[in-house]
C-alpha cells in the first residue's frame, strides 16, 4: 500500500541544520526536472512583482522572498515542514516508532517543486502550488504528468495506492487506474450529500492514520481498504473502469 498526500500550503520552516542534499531525495531521476523548477522559482520570487506572478497575497512575502534561497536555507523531514489541516490530522508525531516507521515508508507526498518525494526526505519550507506556471517551466502539472509517470511507474507495482491528494495536485499524475482507490469526503444530512472542503482535508488525514496505525495487515485491494475505512466511518465503495480509479467515499452525518 501506498499512500499518495499533497503538501499542505502552509510549511512550518527548519530553525536551523544544514540545507537539503540533492541526492538524499527519494527519486533521484527527478532531480534534473526538480532544479529547472527551483532556478525558476527562484528567479520569479526575485522579481518585483512575485507575489502576483506567483498568485499569494501580501502576507506571504517572507515565504515567497525564501524562495530565492532555497539552496541554503535549513532543512527537514518532510513530515515536519508540511503542516495545516490534514498533517495535523495524520498526527505523524503522536504515532509510536513502528507506526512512523511505516508511514515513513508508505506516504509519498507529490509536489509542485519536488515532483514527488518520501515522508522522510529533507526539504526547506518554500512557497508553490501545482496550479502556478513559471517561465521555462509552463503549468507544473503539465509538467510533471510525464516525468512522474517515468519515476513512480516501478515504486507502484503491485500497490494499491491510495490517493489522498486534491484534485490540483492529482492533476500532476494519474496511477494506473485498477490499482487506485481516490479517497472522497461527503457530509450527508436528510439524505442529501454535499462536498465538504475543510473537513475533507481533516478526514483524509484520519484515514491515513488510521490505516497506518490499526492492527492487521495493510489493505491490499479495493475491497479490503472499503472494510478498513467502515472500521470507523460509513464508506461506500464505487467500483472503477478502465481509465477511472476506484472511488472510496467517507460520509459524515450532521
Not at 33 to 53: I, M, P, Q
Not at 147 to 152: G, Q
Not at 170 to 178: E, G, R, S, T
Not at 217 to 246: I, N, S, Y
Request: with cysteine.
Amino acid at each position: 500500500m501506498l499512500i499518495l498526500l499533497p503538501p499542505s500550503e502552509g510549511k512550518t520552516p527548519a530553525v536551523k541544520g544544514p540545507a537539503f542534499e540533492w541526492e538524499s531525495l527519494s527519486f533521484p531521476e527527478l532531480n534534473p526536472y526538480r532544479a529547472k523548477v527551483l532556478e525558476s522559482l527562484g528567479t520569479v520570487s526575485a522579481h518585483e512583482d512575485a507575489l502576483a506572478l506567483l498568485g499569494v497575497g501580501a502576507s506571504l512575502k517572507d515565504d515567497v522572498e525564501r524562495n530565492t534561497r532555497l539552496h541554503a536555507e535549513p532543512a527537514a523531514p518532510a513530515h515536519q515542514v508540511y503542516s495545516g489541516v490534514l498533517y495535523d490530522a495524520l498526527g505523524f508525531k503522536s504515532m509510536t516508532p513502528a507506526q512512523r516507521r511505516k508511514a515513513t515508508e508508505t506516504i509519498l507526498v507529490v509536489s509542485a517543486l519536488w515532483g514527488v518525494i518520501g515522508f522522510g526526505d529533507q526539504v526547506p519550507a518554500y512557497r508553490l502550488s501545482m496550479g502556478t506556471a513559471l517561465p521555462d517551466v509552463g503549468r507544473l502539472a503539465s509538467f510533471w504528468k510525464p516525468n512522474l509517470n517515468a519515476a513512480l511507474a516501478k515504486r507502484a507495482e503491485g500497490e494499491l495506492l491510495v490517493d489522498c491528494r486534491s484534485s490540483t495536485y492529482a492533476a500532476a499524475w494519474a496511477p494506473p487506474a485498477a490499482q487506485t482507490v481516490t479517497v472522497n469526503v461527503f457530509n450527508e444530512t436528510n439524505g442529501k450529500r454535499t462536498v465538504v472542503s475543510h473537513f475533507a482535508k481533516h478526514t483524509r488525514g484520519e484515514f491515513a492514520r488510521h490505516l497506518l496505525t490499526r492492527r492487521g495487515k495493510a489493505p491490499a485491494t479495493p475491497d479490503q481498504l472499503l472494510k478498513a475505512a467502515k472500521e470507523v466511518w460509513a464508506a461506500e465503495l464505487v467500483p472503477g473502469m478502465a481509465r477511472k480509479p476506484h472511488a472510496l467515499n467517507i460520509i459524515l452525518g450532521s
